[in-house]
């Protein structure tokens, strides 16, 4: 892979168990565990918050953000869709995106998994890639 500032993991998890994905301490576990798992430096506790029914398309559930210094992790759960939302944002590269699938697969039980990894900054200037 051509050198890039950093890469994407995004996650759409199908068929996950509602009362986990409901659970705001399990969404600020995988905020906490995740980034030490892979080595990453928290900035700051997670922030999470309730988020409630727009009476459009999202029937409620909890979003999640912690930074790192790397960049970020955020989490949007949808417990009555059975739906997760998952994106970890990192500067280095070389993430293990078959761990992150399967941390968050185990995490929420999830039946079903689309992912998408995307190399960020494909034009930052080579020399300041290390």
Request: with cysteine; net charge negative.
């Amino acid at each position: 892979m051509a050198e890039h500032f950093g890469e994407h993991v995004m996650i759409d998890g199908y068929g996950g168990n509602p009362t986990l994905l409901d659970d705001r301490v399990q969404l600020e576990r995988c905020l906490t565990e995740l980034p030490e798992q892979l080595g990453m430096h928290v900035l700051s506790v997670p922030l999470v918050c309730h988020a409630p029914d727009n009476a459009i398309k999202d029937p409620g559930g909890w979003s999640g953000v912690v930074v790192i210094a790397e960049s970020h992790i955020s989490i949007h759960t949808f417990p009555r869709r059975r739906f997760v939302s998952i994106d970890v944002y990192t500067c280095r590269n070389g993430i293990d995106v078959d761990a992150v699938v399967a941390y968050f697969t185990q995490a929420y039980q999830l039946e079903t998994v689309e992912q998408h990894f995307v190399a960020r900054g494909t034009r930052y200037p080579d020399h300041n890639v290390v």
